[in-house]
C-alpha cells in the first residue's frame, strides 16, 4: 500500500470551485513551518486541473478522523493582497467538508464545495519525504560494506582482477552516458553499476539464456519497455535506448518494493521470485531474505553484495589498486534522422568514415541496412560529422539509397527454397515484398534481403542485377 500511495501522491490536485479557478502567484514558504505527517490515498477525490506544489501542501492529523485539515499553499486566489496565505482551509466532519476563509473574504458559497468524506488511507512515509523525491528523483542507492561485500572486493582484486580492469576500460566510453540517462529519469546514478556487473559494459554480449547487451534484457522484457527486436535490428545492443528501457524497469522495481536492494534483486532473478520469497519468509530486509535458506538462488543473494563491491571501487580504483587501468577514448557521436532504409555503406561514405565504423557506433544494426519501416530512426556517425553527412545525403535520390538482389521466381520454388539458397529468412522475404500466404506464383519478382551486388549472390548462379528499390516506408506495411 505505502508503495501505490507514493505513486498516488504525485496525482494531487487543490480542491477548488469554478468560482475561484485561478492559481495564487503567491504562497508561504513551506520550508519556515514544516510539518511531519503522513501522506494519503486520495482515490475518488474529485479535483481541479491545478496540480500542487507537493513542498506547499500540508496535512494535519488529527484525533477522530483521518485527516482533520488539508491545508494548500498554492492555491486558489482570494486575496488580492499578498501579506496573507491565499489559501482554502477545508475543515472535515461528517460527510463534507466546512470552509474557512481568509480575513479578507467575509463569505463564500460553501454548497460550491459541499463534497463526500473522500476515503483516506494512512502511508508510513512523510510528505516532506515524498516532496523531495519528487523534486529531486528516487532516493540514492546506499551503499554499505559488510563482510558479503568485502568478499566481493576482494574477489574483483585478485581472481577476478583481469575482468574488472577490463569492464572499468570501457566505463568511460559508456558510463557518463549511462549515468545522464539514469539522472534525466530521478533515478540515482549508481545504477549505472548494475550493467557494469551484468555485462561488462559490453553493448553485444550475449549470456546462454539469451540475455543481450549492456543491460542484458531477455527478448520479453525488452519489448514490453518498448525496444526493437527483430530480424533487422536488436535494441537490446543499443546502449541508449537499453539504459532508457532499464530506467523504465528499475522505476518499476522500485515502486513494487520500495528497495534498491530488492529491486537489483528483482533485476536478476525476476520480480515475481523475489516477491513470492518475501511473501513466505515475512521480510522486506533484502539482507536478511538472502540468510535464509531456499529464499533465494546463490546467484540473486551474491547479486547485491558484487554490485555494492563494484560500486566501491568504480568510484576510488586507485584506492583498491586498480592504478594502470586502460580506460578508452570515450564513445563520442553525433546521430542523425533516417528516414527509409539505406545501406551503411551509403551511410559511411556520406559521413567521411568507415563501415566498421558505423556498425561499431550501432552495434544493434543486424544487417547491412538501417531498418525498413522504422520511421524517425536515427543513426549514429563520428561526432563532428553530421553537416558533411546531411550534404552528401541531400545528392543521393531516395530511390538510389538501398540495392537488394531479384529473384524472379520459378516453378516448384518455395519461401524456404528461396530463403536457404541466399541465407535469409522466409519472414523477411515475406516481409519485404508485403506477401502474406504459403504460395508464389511463378514469374513475380520478388526482393531478397541481399544487397544486390554481393559476390556470394553471383555465385548462386542468378542473375544479379543491380535493382533499385525505393524502400518508402507505406510500400512496407
Request: net charge positive.
Amino acid at each position: 500500500m505505502k508503495r501505490k500511495l507514493a505513486a498516488a501522491i504525485f496525482c494531487l490536485s487543490v480542491l477548488v470551485t469554478p468560482a475561484v479557478a485561478s492559481t495564487a502567484t503567491g504562497s508561504d514558504d513551506p520550508a519556515s513551518s514544516p510539518v511531519q505527517t503522513a501522506s494519503l490515498s486520495t482515490a475518488g477525490l474529485s479535483s481541479s486541473g491545478a496540480e500542487v506544489n507537493l513542498r506547499a501542501v500540508q496535512y494535519t492529523r488529527a484525533d477522530g478522523s483521518p485527516f482533520t485539515s488539508i491545508i494548500a499553499l498554492v492555491a486558489p486566489s482570494l486575496c488580492e493582497s499578498p501579506a496573507e496565505p491565499e489559501a482554502f482551509h477545508y475543515t472535515y466532519s461528517a460527510s463534507k467538508p466546512e470552509e474557512s476563509l481568509p480575513s479578507c473574504v467575509a463569505s463564500f458559497d460553501a454548497s460550491a464545495i459541499d463534497q463526500a468524506l473522500p476515503v483516506f488511507t494512512i502511508a508510513d512515509s512523510s510528505i516532506d519525504t515524498l516532496a523531495a523525491e519528487a523534486e529531486n528523483g528516487l532516493p540514492d542507492v546506499p551503499i554499505v560494506v559488510n563482510k558479503n561485500v568485502e568478499s566481493f572486493i576482494k574477489y574483483f582484486q585478485t581472481r577476478g582482477r583481469k575482468y574488472f580492469e577490463k569492464w572499468l576500460g570501457r566505463s568511460k566510453d559508456y558510463m557518463g552516458m549511462l549515468q545522464a540517462i539514469l539522472k534525466e529519469n530521478g533515478l540515482p546514478e549508481d545504477l549505472s553499476y548494475i550493467a557494469l556487473i551484468e555485462s561488462g559494459l559490453n553493448p553485444t554480449v550475449r549470456s546462454r539464456a539469451n540475455a543481450v547487451g549492456m543491460w542484458q534484457f531477455i527478448k520479453g522484457t525488452a519489448t514490453r519497455y518498448g525496444l526493437r527486436v527483430d530480424w533487422w535490428i536488436d535494441e537490446r545492443m543499443d546502449p541508449e535506448k537499453a539504459t532508457y528501457a532499464a530506467a523504465k524497469y528499475f522505476k518499476n522495481l522500485y515502486g513494487m518494493f520500495d528497495s534498491w536492494y530488492l529491486a537489483a534483486a528483482s533485476y536478476n532473478a525476476g520480480e515475481g521470485r523475489v516477491g513470492r520469497a518475501i511473501r513466505k519468509h515475512g521480510t522486506e530486509d533484502f539482507w536478511e531474505l538472502a540468510s535464509r535458506k531456499k529464499s533465494l538462488h546463490r546467484e540473486t543473494k551474491e547479486y547485491v553484495p558484487k554490485y555494492l563491491a563494484a560500486v566501491t571501487i568504480a568510484k576510488d580504483p586507485e584506492s583498491y589498486g586498480f592504478e594502470n587501468v586502460d580506460f578508452g577514448e570515450g564513445m563520442k557521436y553525433d546521430k542523425v534522422r533516417v528516414s527509409q532504409a539505406t545501406d551503411l555503406r551509403l551511410i559511411a561514405d556520406a559521413a567521411g568514415t568507415s563501415v566498421e565504423e558505423i556498425r561499431r557506433l550501432n552495434p544493434e544494426l543486424l544487417r547491412w541496412f538501417t531498418p525498413p519501416n522504422y520511421p524517425g530512426y536515427q543513426v549514429k556517425i563520428p561526432a563532428g560529422t553530421s553537416e558533411m553527412y546531411a550534404e552528401n545525403m541531400s545528392k543521393v535520390p531516395s530511390a538510389k539509397r538501398i540495392a537488394f538482389l531479384q529473384h524472379k521466381v520459378r516453378r516448384g520454388d518455395t519461401y524456404s527454397k528461396i530463403a536457404k539458397r541466399y541465407g535469409t529468412g522466409v519472414k523477411q522475404i515475406q516481409y519485404l515484398n508485403n506477401l502474406k500466404g504459403n504460395r508464389l506464383k511463378p514469374g513475380t519478382v520478388i526482393m531478397i534481403p541481399v544487397r544486390a551486388s554481393d559476390g556470394v549472390a553471383k555465385k548462386k548462379g542468378r542473375v544479379v542485377a543491380e535493382i533499385i528499390t525505393n524502400m518508402e516506408l507505406h510500400q512496407l506495411i
